[in-house]
């Protein structure tokens, strides 16, 4: 007599029927869809990543066509067009669309794997390992899964709320209202729990971040500087990236051997650095409002240059700009600028896109009202900059080009993102024949773009001619860089710079695809200031170029741009 254990069928038996029946439960409208949007997903695109973010955006993209083609087949039944094989044809159809997905998934990742190392090359990074393209695939099948387990997890809760809300309603009404309930209470869920809690967790995260201090920031001795024993902001308030800004810096002695270098006659001074932590004032005008009167204590009204400057979202200030800055006038110059956040740039990308625009206004406003008191001849010229979301935040306090000639001597802006109406105004009217990516604005008569480095350091500000009327403005802009390109417009609409010629560090073989474009840029923001100076999000030596031609000393030649591009080269760009 045969025991139970007996006779079960074997463990590769049971394995073979599970593996079926959880097939047989999958739409083949949507692995069809799921198929096409991973292979689209792995198409070439403007930043290298690894593998992890490459396998997550692949998955994601798998989902969403999973999803789509799942709703095509759903119409088609529906609508009774879709064709049932007999099923002999079903177990055919099934073993010829499972060899046929093992030929598109190998495909893809041949050619991930080649548009990887040709943009690689171009850019002159390191190649990745051997195992990159197995680490795709296994990334993009968890997260796919992942994604999949949950929405059929929220199905079985619809039917099972349709079939209680059937005990009263008619099944078309109990349907709908299960559906209804099932989205709304996902939405609150999310929102009140994954959202607020994640909120939560990256404020106290980024919190004590900003509490602690680099090693290598020491609390600076100098009176120009905020947070010395002089300042009226002491070194405890400024935030991690306050301290950085105002202990870091090239001396008095280093700056006088680069103004020997360019061959100028020009004093040599400590550069004044004001700065105001998120901790200074309990709204944005208060903190404001410390900058300038750390500028009155430094007397920075007597500076040839004052630039107001609009930090990142952590309030980062970056050192290449204010390096380049500073030894182009011999530290006869003034930095101005607060933080308003300690959160990353992506979380108020995503989340937060009001208080960068508030902060920038509110600063430049208070410096500018002060700045108006004083004689127009006995006052400095005044500047604004921007990085990143610091760009996007600068220009929030112009309502137009018109308003930005009349209130500032001049502007550099670096990887301004796409959805900052200022920069969306002036692409949208350039000049005819011109492109999305080098734009080229009444024939560059107050607004240039700089697309990016070529072989010698150049960033090409002057090819449109030296007839440049003052204000001048710069934006520097690499093709690379997807900061400057997302858009939710990505998802079904082709943009200008797919349609024009591809930038010089873009691969010609980028194309626009419905859905996966916007998720391959999306990735491209998380990896995006990974590329070498340059590239990417990564903007260094340009601000050689981009400051010699707004700030421009008297006396200035093209050989100290040159020694100015070299000095900036020499240093490590931080991040």
Known sequence: MSSPATDRPPLLQRCRTRARAHLARLSPAGLIGALILFAAALGPSLTPRGPLFQGAAAGACAVCGYGIGAFVGWVLRATRLQWVPSPVWQRRLWWGGGALAVVVVVASLIVSNDW?????????????SSAHSLTILVVALVVAWLVLTIARGLRRVARAATRLAGRWLPPVAARALAVTLVAVGTVLLLDG????????????????LDAQTYADSVQPQQPERSGSPQSLSSWESLGREGRRFVSGGRTTAELAEVTAKTGLDLPVVEPIRVYAGLRSGDSLEETAQVVVDE????????????????TTGTGWVDPSSADALEMLWGGNTAIAAMQYSYLPSWVSFVGDRGTPPDAGKALFEAVRARWEQLPPDDRPKLYVFGISLGSYGSQGAFSSLQDLEHRVDGAVWAGTPGFTPLWQDLTAARDAGSTQVAPVLDDGETVRWGLGLDGAGD???????????????????HASD????????????????????????????????PVASF?????????????????????????????AAVATPPG???????????????????A
């Open 459 to 477: 960033v090409d500000l002057w090819s449109l001619g030296t007839a440049w009327d003052s204000p001048r403005v710069v934006y520097l802009q």
């Open 556 to 574: 200035w030649t093209d050989q100290a741009t040159l020694v100015l591009r070299a000095e900036i080269a020499a240093t490590e760009s931080v």
């Open 295 to 310: 500028l009155d204590r430094t007397d920075a009204w007597d500076r040839e240059a004052l630039v107001v400057w609009t």
């Open 482 to 513: 997807g900061v400057i390109w997302w858009s939710p417009d990505l998802l079904l609409h082709r943009p200008d710079w797919l349609a024009e010629p591809r930038g010089p560090d873009v691969l010609p073989d980028v194309t626009w695809f």
């Open 519 to 547: 998720w391959r840029l999306s990735i491209d923001l998380f990896v995006a200031g990974e590329t070498p100076p340059g590239h990417g999000h990564n903007y260094h030596v340009e601000y050689a170029d981009a400051w």
């Open 116 to 128: 990887q190392h040709r943009l690689r090359d171009l850019m002159g990074m390191e190649q990745p």
């Open 193 to 208: 729990t994954l959202v607020a809690g994640s909120k939560a967790l990256l404020s106290a995260t980024y919190g004590e």
